[in-house]
Structure formats: C-alpha cells, structure tokens
C-alpha cells in the first residue's frame, strides 16, 4: 500500500513537472503552437496519399535523355516515368476529365494541396458535372522551360491523351536560369545541371553528398516520430522538433554549400557547361530568360492545339515581386530571404514576364497573371523563403486556376 502510495505522488509530481514545463515553455519562448504545428504537418505531408511537396530534395534523382532529369523509379510514390504519383501516359474518355499539371515543385504543390479546391470548382461546373477529374503532375523541383516543353513532347510522342494542361511557372525560369549562369551553365540547361551532368565525382564530393543524404533521411525520420498527437498541442514537444529540425537543416545547407564551393573549383566540360551564351548586361539576360520562357509557352500552346488540348499557362505569386502582397510578421521571419531580395531577380524579371504573358494572350495562349491573387490576403500565405505556399494559399491558386479553366468552358 505505502508503494502505491509513494508510486501516486511520484505520478502526480511527474504531471505537475510536465504541466509547469509546459506553461514556462509557452511563457518564455512566446511560441506560435498554430504556426509551428502547421510547419510540422506540411513537412512531414499533410496528404498522406502522396509524397509532400517539394519531396524532390529526399529523391533520388537521375539522368533522363530528354527531360533533363526525373525521379529514380525505384523510390517510393514515383511511377516508371519518374514522376510523383499516377503515370503521365494515360488516354481520353468520355467519362472523364484528364487534367495534366507541368512546372516545378511549386506547380506539383498545387498538386497535393491545391487539388480539393481545383476539382470541386472543376466539378461544379456544367460541362464537367458527372465526369471524374483525373489529375495528373509531371511537375518536378527545379523544373524550368524548356523542360516542361519537352516533356509535354515526349510524352505525346508516346501517345498520352490529355484534355487540359495546365502550366504553372515563372519563378525558377528566372532564379534557376540566374542560378546556371553563376555556376557557368546554359542558363537553358535544367537547374544544378553542373552536378547532374558529371559521370563521377571524386571522394571529398562523394562524402558531402553523403552528409546531404544523412542529414534529409534524419529530418524525415524527426517529422515521422513528432508528426502526431499530441505533439501539435504541446508547445515543449513542438519547440523540440524545431530544434532538432533546424539542426539538421543546418548541416544539410553547410554540406551543400561545401559541395558547391568544392564543385566550382572544378573546371567544366561541355558536357557540363553546354553552349556558351554571353549578355550585354544583366537587364538584357533577364529579356533573354523571358522570352526563352515566352517562346516554349507558345510552343506548348501550339503543340496543344494540334491535339485538342486545351492549354493554361499561370504565372507563379512570389513574394519578392514588390506590391503583390503585404507580408505578415510571420512571412517576414520564415519566408523572407534579405540576400534574395538583394540580388533583385524577382523586382527585375517579374515585371517583364507579366508584360510578356499579356503578349502570349495576344498571340492567342490562355494566359493568366496569378502575382497579384494575394494582394489582399492579410494572413499568412507564403511557407518558405523562395516560393511555396501554406496549405491556404495553394488553394487559393487551385481555385483560381480552376475559375479560368471554367470561365473558358
């Protein structure tokens, strides 16, 4: 009896310790529970179905003769195409409504988060009633033009049907092109290509990659164990995970800036570097990037229209394009990058992409300008500092690229 008794007041000193952690906790660190727990369910994949967004970091990627690059098949949730999910090859029918969505990991998170909103306004629509909306993504990380132009190529070469395409970019057709340039690559080459292209690597840049590799596997093993309850409710166990995560996240960033550091020291081939391209200055290379961008819309549009397809090019919202929206203070701490901002990419190019995409209207393409579909969002809607959104802000863009395609039926 006396040990039940001193097992109770043990239990019952353990609790009270527990609860005033707790209570300190939320007291001193003032920690956003909503905000963080949000974070926690986004990265360890808020639809279970599928991999998460952006998820093309924790792949294997592999060399692929026309795309650029793609998944390695043999991962989890990626089909034989390398692609996230359904494979691409599929064929019409009267009973359903094949939608294809090309682009980068922003695009493929319109995917996985935006599809609830995108099919239900699909589905309300007349035309559309009573047909199942098939969606499918050929959209990857890092994918820019003119990849998604060959791969809308390659895949009708081989004989996919689809009814609509939808085309969600802009963002890394800017970014990544800048990026190739700075590592002495086509701009047009796909993004980090100067590590795709090697055929080997010498030991130290092996090593590093391993480091990289260990770290993402150690992040998505602390998303596993803390994404479920009740680590959403208690402020000590979620300022844990995000301590930890950041650990990992730190030595994930220093091992790849090592490697990048390692490989510019290392003199390209032309396999790496390609074809050289020389600007006047940087406003005429972002021109370039535009137009480059502009033309393989055009062709997409083109190659659309030959087989019936219905083709809807949406430029991405950013938050470094001036004016388009009033970031909150939470946006400010998570999704704000002062270098990036600095080097100006977005408040150069992005103007000229929304006066080319008024152009590829004229010239007939189904063009929308999405940069200013936030503008009076007073909550938060950007998740990272490069270009991703929370679960509401991919639907808000799901529900918008749904309207146009209605308002066009």
């Given at each position: 009896m006396l040990l039940l008794k001193r097992l109770a007041l043990i239990a019952v000193a353990l609790v009270a310790s527990l609860a005033l952690l707790e209570l300190a906790t939320r007291a001193v660190l003032r920690l956003d529970r909503v905000a963080v727990a949000e974070r926690l369910r986004h990265q360890a994949g808020e639809v279970e179905a599928a991999p998460r967004p952006q998820a093309l970091e924790d792949q294997r990627v592999m060399l692929h003769p026309y795309f650029g690059y793609v998944v390695d098949p043999r991962a989890p949730?990626?089909?034989?195409?390398?692609?996230?999910?359904?494979?691409?090859?599929?064929?019409?029918?009267?009973?359903?409504?094949v939608v294809a969505i090309f682009g980068g990991s922003v695009a493929d998170q319109i995917f996985v988060l935006g599809q609830p909103a995108l099919v239900a306004a699909l589905q309300a629509h007349p035309p559309f009633a009573g047909r199942r909306i098939e969606l499918l993504s050929?959209?990857?990380?890092?994918?820019k033009q003119p990849q998604q132009l060959l791969v809308l190529a390659g895949l009708l070469a081989l004989g996919a049907q689809?009814?609509?395409?939808?085309?969600?970019?802009?963002?890394?057709?800017?970014?990544?092109?800048?990026?190739?340039?700075?590592?002495?690559?086509?701009p047009y080459f796909p993004h980090n290509w100067h590590l795709h292209a090697r055929q080997g690597l010498d030991p130290e840049s092996a090593?590093?990659?391993?480091?990289?590799?260990?770290?993402?596997?150690?992040?998505?093993?602390?998303?596993?164990?803390f994404a479920a309850w009740p680590v959403e409710h208690s402020a000590v166990?979620?300022?844990?995970?995000?301590?930890?995560?950041?650990?990992h996240l730190a030595a994930l960033?220093?091992?790849?800036?090592?490697?990048?550091?390692?490989?510019?020291?290392?003199?390209?081939?032309?396999?790496?570097?390609?074809?050289?391209?020389?600007?006047?200055?940087?406003?005429?290379?972002?021109?370039?990037?535009?137009?480059?961008?502009?033309?393989?819309?055009?062709?997409?549009?083109?190659?659309?229209r030959?087989?019936?397809?219905?083709?809807?090019?949406?430029?991405?919202?950013?938050?470094?394009?001036?004016?388009?929206?009033?970031?909150?203070?939470?946006?400010?701490?998570?999704?704000?990058?002062?270098?990036?901002?600095?080097?100006?990419?977005?408040?150069?190019?992005?103007?000229?992409?929304?006066?080319?995409?008024?152009?590829?209207?004229?010239?007939?393409?189904?063009?929308?300008?999405?940069?200013?579909?936030?503008?009076?969002?007073?909550?938060?809607?950007?998740?990272?500092?490069?270009?991703?959104y929370n679960a509401r802000g991919a639907g808000l863009v799901g529900?918008?690229?749904?309207?146009?395609?209605v308002a066009a039926n």
């Open positions: 949730g990626i089909n034989a195409f390398g692609f996230f999910r359904d494979p691409p090859l599929t064929t019409r029918a009267a009973d359903r409504l050929t959209a990857l990380g890092g994918y689809f009814d609509v395409v939808i085309n969600l970019d802009g963002f890394n057709e800017i970014d990544g092109a800048a990026d190739n340039v700075q590592d002495g690559v086509n090593a590093l990659l391993g480091r990289m590799a260990l770290a993402r596997e150690a992040r998505a093993a602390l998303r596993e164990r166990l979620l300022a844990l995970w995000e301590g930890l995560d950041r650990r960033r220093a091992a790849s800036a090592a490697l990048d550091a390692r490989l510019a020291t290392q003199a390209h081939g032309p396999q790496v570097s390609g074809p050289p391209v020389e600007f006047a200055d940087s406003e005429g290379m972002f021109v370039d990037f535009v137009e480059v961008w502009a033309r393989a819309s055009l062709a997409m549009s083109n190659l659309c030959g087989q019936g397809i219905q083709y809807f090019h949406f430029l991405q919202p950013n938050q470094y394009f001036e004016g388009s929206k009033v970031l909150t203070d939470e946006e400010r701490r998570l999704a704000w990058d002062a270098d990036v901002a600095e080097a100006g990419r977005v408040a150069t190019a992005y103007p000229l992409l929304v006066e080319r995409g008024r152009q590829l209207a004229a010239q007939g393409v189904e063009f929308v300008d999405l940069t200013q579909l936030f503008l009076a969002e007073e909550g938060t809607i950007y998740a990272d500092a490069c270009c991703h529900d918008a690229i749904a309207q146009s395609i």
